[in-house]
């Protein structure tokens, strides 16, 4: 007997292949497997082979599954869940963005948002306690996000929903001088725009 495995190191969104061959002494079959997680579905394709005194048999197996999920008011398509599972969702008031948990391995998310929705994490365990990362690197230039990871303990098979605000942000670089216009304005404070600042001593405003 023999048998071959490829894994995927990627959180999601990954095809995983297998294939294995068994010969007896009156049979020999062989087998072939892929397997696909995907942000919001699960899908398995499985093919054998069979030969035997009696003849040759063949068979193939397709198999796919997909989850609506629905926590405090908000429904969202997800992969099947197991146990408990979260809601991740932008504020009414924020900026049009993706939001992606959980980070790995060639650049794959645990979870995402799209065009279908809001991200899920479908793989939450009962009682256990853990923080989950938001990748700031997935949002646009010149927008941020008003925190960097959720903690969830979710109860036996339970839903959690949870908002994330994206704002728009910049910064501003400037130098206050005199009113002469080359005198720098050392050590001076201010408010601009309901911001507070500060300059060193050369002008430049901190």
């Keep these: 007997r023999a048998d071959w ?7 999601a969104e990954k095809l995983e292949y297998g294939a294995g061959l068994e010969r007896r002494e009156k049979t020999s079959s062989a087998q072939a497997q892929v397997d696909y997680l995907g942000n919001r579905t699960r899908a ?23 989850a609506v999920v ?49 991200a899920v994490l479908s793989d939450l365990a009962s009682y256990d306690r853990r923080a ?8 646009p230039p010149n927008t941020s996000l008003d925190r960097n990871q959720l903690l969830f303990e979710p109860s036996y098979k339970s839903g959690s929903h949870a908002k994330i605000g994206v704002r728009k942000s910049g910064w501003i670089r400037a130098k206050l001088v005199g ?16 911001t507070e600042f500060f300059t060193d001593r050369t002008g430049q405003v901190h």
């Design 5 to 11: 495995r490829r894994r995927s190191p990627a959180r």
């Design 44 to 66: 398995s394709v499985t093919t054998q082979a069979e030969s035997t005194a009696l003849g040759f048999g063949h068979r193939t197996d397709l198999r796919a599954a997909t």
């Design 70 to 118: 629905y926590a405090d008011g908000k429904a969202a398509l997800s992969r099947p869940v197991m146990d408990s599972f979260a809601i991740v969702s932008t504020s009414a008031d924020s900026t049009t963005a993706p939001i992606e948990l959980n980070p790995g391995a060639l650049q794959s998310h645990e979870a995402r948002s799209d065009f279908l929705g809001p």
């Design 132 to 139: 989950h990362l938001l990748d700031a690197a997935a949002v």
């Design 179 to 194: 009113p002469d216009g080359a005198t720098p304005l050392a050590l001076r404070s201010g408010t601009f725009d309901g």
